[in-house]
């Protein structure tokens, strides 16, 4: 990294996953190589072609949202929250009436959605086809739109910097938090709260990636269904909750002896401009290698690779070539793993929890395995570290994150 720029460190971290309500629990799970994937239980499933999904399972928002302010926000917004409330306080940061005016208005929150609120977007379209305009609910849009994770964080915790969301598909949670991490680089922020959300499991979601023909219909073993890299993968599966980290310029962490994880040191971007929904290998090297870039490293400087892994037949294969293509003779000698294959895919919250299990590769030298990698596809042929956890030496980690319409983005993360 530059060392003219500000530098940005990881103080919290906060999630709610289908493998977990909080960060230990989802680390826990995930170095266990258990899946989170199973039946969907929030409606019938029977006309569906996929029946499975990462649900996040018996959570209680309670301690985080009331009754009445639940019944103003969609499920993405509520998973927001509690990981963002277990961020901040990871972090030991003040909040509401604890923090200052000048404190206040130097903690940004930059958190997205790829979707936003799609269930609240269903009931109220049924609600007005049986019965009417009157009946829809005046909470419906704030409801809804994505932008309102970030408003409800900076309102329940007085941060009055700057409030904003990115909503570019699969790669919105990772965007927000290299956004974020600019905001305080470029002096607009010392503390940033950002990442991901998403809740999709509904039948409009469910449905439509299906009849994109996206989906895994591994529909008689959820558990073996999110396979990357393997010979028998045949879809992503949907998964949903919510990362978010909270981000922090150095000296100010180091000043108040805060914890700090990793450093946030380089971001990367790059657009396709190739197809709305099939990738290609260029765009992804282009983000991979700006990243390092950004870091001021080398390749064979970089240890682990939190790949986008979805699964899916193309993109596995897609991203190996990318990989190669952007660390040559050094992308043989890279740890690499997804998470997708225990958590299924949180679309624009897969940056957000996947973020947070590079940071903790780093900070524990561990790396989660990619389970179900059973038969190696020949065309998929690095290390994936296939079905069990690993203690690695990891000084450097990048994390990728690809979405439609050719957006991608790269993070590196180093240890400090």
Not at 84 to 104: H, K, M
Not at 232 to 239: A, K, M, N, P, Y
Not at 271 to 289: E, F
Not at 328 to 352: D, F, P, Y
């Amino acid at each position: 990294m530059s060392q003219h720029r500000r530098r940005v460190v990881v103080t919290g971290l906060g999630c709610v996953s289908p493998v977990g309500n909080d960060v230990s629990q989802s680390w826990a799970s995930l170095l266990a190589g258990q899946s989170g994937i199973t039946a969907i239980t929030r409606f019938d499933t029977s006309a569906f072609a996929c029946r499975i999904a990462g649900e996040v399972k018996g959570l209680d928002v309670s301690a985080v949202v009331s009754t009445k302010e639940a019944k103003t926000m969609d499920t993405f917004i509520k998973y927001g929250l509690v990981a963002a409330a277990e961020a901040v306080a990871d972090a030991g940061l003040p909040t509401g009436e604890a923090l200052d005016g000048a404190q206040a208005e130097r903690i940004a929150c930059v958190i997205g959605s790829g979707i936003g609120g799609l269930p609240m977007i269903e009931e109220t379209c049924a609600d007005y086809a049986q019965r009417g305009p009157r009946r829809i609910s005046p909470f419906f849009v704030p409801a809804s739109i994505v932008n309102l994770l970030a408003g409800h964080v900076s309102i329940k915790f007085g941060f009055k910097g700057p409030n904003l969301t990115l909503a570019t598909a699969c790669s919105t949670g990772l965007h927000c938090i290299g956004q974020g991490a600019r905001l305080i680089q470029y002096g607009d922020a010392d503390v940033v709260v950002a990442g991901g959300a998403e809740s999709t499991v509904s039948p409009l979601g469910v449905g439509g990636f299906a009849a994109m023909r996206a989906l895994s219909t591994r529909n008689d073993d959820p558990a073996a269904a999110s396979r990357p890299w393997d010979k028998e993968r045949d879809g992503f599966v949907l998964g949903e909750g919510a990362g978010i980290l909270v981000l922090e310029e150095y000296e100010r962490a180091k000043a108040r002896g805060a914890k700090i994880y990793a450093e946030l040191a380089g971001f990367g971007m790059s657009g396709d401009a190739s197809h709305i929904t099939a990738p290609n290998v260029d765009g992804p090297r282009r983000a991979m290698q700006a990243a390092l870039r950004d870091a001021g490293l080398n390749a064979d400087e970089l240890d682990y690779i939190n790949a986008h892994g979805t699964s899916t037949p193309l993109g596995d294969i897609n991203e190996t070539n990318a990989i190669k293509a952007a660390f040559g003779e050094q992308a043989r000698r890279l740890v690499i793993s997804s998470t997708k294959s225990m958590t299924g895919h949180l679309l624009g919250g897969a940056g957000g929890i996947e973020s947070i299990f590079t940071v903790l590769a780093l900070h524990h030298q561990k790396v989660p395995p990619t389970i179900n990698l059973h038969t190696p596809d020949p065309e998929c042929d690095l290390d994936y570290c296939a079905n069990t956890a690993r203690d690695v030496r990891l000084q450097a980690a990048l994390k990728n994150n690809f979405g439609f319409g050719g957006t991608n983005g790269s993070l590196v993360f180093t240890r400090v």
